[in-house]
């Protein structure tokens, strides 16, 4: 099980923060939160959106395990 | 020295501590942005950061700074949670020999903060509230860097 987390507008969109899904790569967790919410998947699809797993930044696929934190970024803005 | 906060704080006083007991710095140059009424249609501004990786990333922009401009040293404050109008969100300030690498320091921080830094607005009004996107200016004056 990993433990996804929404930050900004995705949270909005989802209606949820953060939930535990069972998936063993990120492409499998975005079919997965597309399945059930097809507008949280499309905004998990959008430019700008990052993915960070285990607080680290990565671009395409990736394993997870069980434990492992899926973050979903959409475009930051700070200052 | 690094901080997120959910309280006020007050420029001024961040200013004195970090220039305090300096005998190589030459210069100090700081930055304050404070959260906009924007005519009444932001009642709260409301901050979210990613408790760990928000920190983690800034101390990488941090670290990037420190080496391009050869700095003495560097402090940033950045609120999160919900702010009022008025009230400053975020405090930079740079210490280097010379005021250019401090004033151009402080000026990449920012520029850097806006749109690479993990914090997500929010604007709460009498309208309702809607998420803050970056602006295509704030990714340019990042870019400006590269």
């Known amino acids: 099980m990993a433990r ?36 949280l998947g499309e905004a998990l699809a959008a430019p700008g959106v990052q993915v960070a797993l285990d607080q680290a930044i990565v671009r395409g696929d990736a394993a997870l395990t069980a434990g492992s934190e899926v973050a979903f970024l959409p475009p930051m803005s700070g200052g | 020295m690094i901080v997120l906060t959910d309280q006020p704080f007050d420029p001024g006083a961040l200013l004195t501590a970090f220039a305090r007991g300096r005998r190589e710095t030459g210069a100090v140059a ?64 740079t210490a280097a020999s010379h005021r250019r690498a401090a004033f151009e320091a402080c000026d990449f921080l920012m520029d850097y903060l806006k749109s690479r830094a993990p914090f997500w607005k929010k604007e709460h009004g009498p309208e309702g509230a809607r998420w803050i996107e970056p602006r295509t200016e704030d990714y340019a004056d990042a870019a400006r860097w590269d």
């Not at chain 2, 009444?40 to 760990?52: F, K, S």
Request: glycine share 8%; net charge negative.
């Open chain 1, 4 to 39: 996804v987390l929404l930050f900004g507008p995705l949270r909005d969109v989802a209606g949820w923060r953060e939930r535990e899904a069972a998936a063993e790569t990120i492409a499998a967790l975005r079919a997965l939160l597309s399945a059930e919410d097809a507008r």
């Open chain 2, 30 to 93: 700081t930055f304050t942005g404070l959260a906009r009424a924007e005519q009444g249609r932001t009642q709260v501004l409301e901050l979210e950061a990613y408790p760990g990786f928000t920190e983690a990333e800034i101390g990488r922009i941090a670290d990037i700074a420190r080496t391009r401009f050869e700095l003495d040293d560097l402090s940033i404050t950045h609120r999160v949670g919900r702010i009022g109008p008025g009230e400053p969100i975020v405090f930079v300030a």
